[in-house]
């Protein structure tokens, strides 16, 4: 049960906008106090009452025993009152820097397997390169080992595009922050 209950759950604000990722868990606790509505194949709002009483599909959801049946895990939930979207921010991590650079090298442009590429300062830390979007970009071994502590002018390799914080929107974070995607979030995450 505690597995089902870590199923994602795309949140909506008021205005139908994706919003984020929660958990099975806290998606129960949001329409049982009645903070947000949970939402069918359909698009249909459903309270926690209503929600209830709709039966767990075989194939197609997950469902959570309880006294007297089954509950159904809401994929979608609509809140009531929340208006806001978030404001995106983009944590520097290995993987954000790996989706940025399409996992290419951004000096010889290959692509080698993942374990293959490493993260490059183009600055060396040695010189005063901080860790930031601006000065890290993605590189296989053969570079990173060519270019070694020299800036890539010296080394004499251009890089294919200049390093930048990403602009990702909600959509593309909460998408880049889950490993389950279901049917049910398309409407929602291609519209925004």
């Given at each position: 049960m505690s597995d089902v209950l870590t199923v994602p759950v795309l949140v909506l604000n008021r205005l139908y906008q994706p919003v984020?990722?929660?958990?099975?868990?806290?998606a129960f606790v949001l329409l049982y106090a009645g903070a947000a509505h949970a939402l069918d194949d359909l698009g249909e709002a459903y309270d926690f009452?209503?929600?209830?009483?709709?039966?767990?599909?075989?194939?197609l959801d997950d469902g959570i025993t309880i006294i007297g049946g089954s509950l159904r895990v809401p994929r979608v939930l609509h809140l009531s009152r929340y208006d806001r979207r978030p404001r995106v921010s983009v944590r520097l991590t290995r993987r954000n820097l790996m989706y940025r650079d399409a996992h290419q090298c951004q000096y010889c442009e290959s692509r080698p397997p993942q374990r293959d590429l490493n993260i490059d300062h183009v600055v060396p830390r040695s010189r005063g390169g901080p860790d930031s979007w601006e000065n890290?970009?993605?590189s296989c071994r053969n570079c990173n080992l060519r270019k070694g502590w020299r800036t890539?002018?010296?080394?004499n390799m251009r890089l294919v595009r200049r390093p930048m914080r990403p602009r990702w929107s909600t959509t593309a974070q909460i998408l880049l922050g889950s490993q389950t995607?279901?049917?049910e979030w398309e409407p929602f995450l291609k519209a925004s």
């Amino acid at each position: 049960m505690s597995d089902v209950l870590t199923v994602p759950v795309l949140v909506l604000n008021r205005l139908y906008q994706p919003v984020q990722l929660t958990t099975a868990r806290r998606a129960f606790v949001l329409l049982y106090a009645g903070a947000a509505h949970a939402l069918d194949d359909l698009g249909e709002a459903y309270d926690f009452d209503r929600w209830r009483g709709l039966p767990v599909r075989d194939e197609l959801d997950d469902g959570i025993t309880i006294i007297g049946g089954s509950l159904r895990v809401p994929r979608v939930l609509h809140l009531s009152r929340y208006d806001r979207r978030p404001r995106v921010s983009v944590r520097l991590t290995r993987r954000n820097l790996m989706y940025r650079d399409a996992h290419q090298c951004q000096y010889c442009e290959s692509r080698p397997p993942q374990r293959d590429l490493n993260i490059d300062h183009v600055v060396p830390r040695s010189r005063g390169g901080p860790d930031s979007w601006e000065n890290l970009v993605v590189s296989c071994r053969n570079c990173n080992l060519r270019k070694g502590w020299r800036t890539p002018e010296e080394a004499n390799m251009r890089l294919v595009r200049r390093p930048m914080r990403p602009r990702w929107s909600t959509t593309a974070q909460i998408l880049l922050g889950s490993q389950t995607r279901f049917p049910e979030w398309e409407p929602f995450l291609k519209a925004s």
